[in-house]
T-cell receptor, first 113, second 111 residues
Framework: NAGVTQTPKFQVLKTGQSMTLQCAQDMNHEYMSWYRQDPGMGLRLIHYSVGAGITDQGEVPNGYNVSRSTTEDFPLRLLSAAPSQTSVYFC????????????FGPGTRLLVL | EDKVVQSPLSLVVHEGDTVTLNCSYEVTNFRSLLWYKQEKKAPTFLFMLTSSGIEKKSGRLSSILDKKELFSILNITATQTGDSAVYLCAVDPNTGNQFYFGTGTSLTVIP
């Protein structure tokens, strides 16, 4: 099992550019989430999905879109990048049911100039 | 408002010391509390606690939950430089997929 994988590892964008951060998991987990981590702010939830075809907003959804067409993949799209979106982005997946633990991907470091 | 608060924010100790990290929480519903270790990469799962008073142990790390007082502690005995990391506490509030994370405790172990 590869677990949770993310690409790219690092990306530099100019303000106004768009891009998609990829996330995939091979554990057949129902739940998937996107977080951003900024110094002193901890992990903040952007969007999450409880299954294929179902997504919802987290704490900081503005400027980001997601879709979940398959159980395995949960891409995060930045439509028009802004410097405030400079951050480290983590994707996580969780098996459904009681006693859930989140498993994180290796992260994508994004710099928006 | 649901929240998770960790203390101290940072800690510097010498190898061999014992440390205690704290996590208090306020959530509307509660399913479990989780501890993660984060070095310069993704958080890695350490423990999940669901029942009060039952200690979870893994080597030199142990953790316990007090559901009445709404807190958990993470103990690390005989610390090593490899324990240097940010330790994150998260609460699963049993609704949707909204895990609430604290801002973490940064632990530095000096040789």
């Amino acid at each position: 099992n590869a677990g949770v994988t993310q690409t790219p590892k690092f990306q530099v964008l100019k303000t106004g550019q768009s891009m998609t951060l990829q996330c995939a998991q091979d554990m057949n987990h129902e739940y998937m989430s996107w977080y951003r981590q900024d110094p002193g702010m901890g992990l903040r939830l952007i969007h999450y999905s409880v299954g294929a075809g179902i997504t919802d907003q987290g704490e900081v959804p503005n400027g980001y879109n997601v879709s979940r067409s398959t159980t395995e993949d949960f891409p995060l799209r930045l439509l028009s990048a802004a410097p405030s979106q400079t951050s480290v982005y983590f994707c996580a997946s969780t098996k459904g049911g009681t006693g859930r633990a989140q498993y994180f991907g290796p992260g994508t470091r994004l710099l928006v100039l | 408002e649901d929240k998770v608060v960790q203390s101290p924010l940072s800690l510097v100790v010498h190898e061999g010391d014992t440390v205690t990290l704290n996590c208090s929480y306020e959530v509307t519903n509660f399913r479990s509390l989780l501890w993660y270790k984060q070095e310069k990469k993704a958080p890695t799962f350490l423990f999940m606690l669901t029942s009060s008073g039952i200690e979870k142990k893994s080597g030199r790390l142990s953790s316990i939950l007090d559901k009445k007082e709404l807190f958990s502690i993470l103990n690390i005995t005989a610390t090593q430089t490899g324990d240097s990391a940010v330790y994150l506490c998260a609460v699963d509030p049993n609704t949707g997929n909204q895990f609430y994370f604290g801002t973490g405790t940064s632990l530095t172990v000096i040789p």
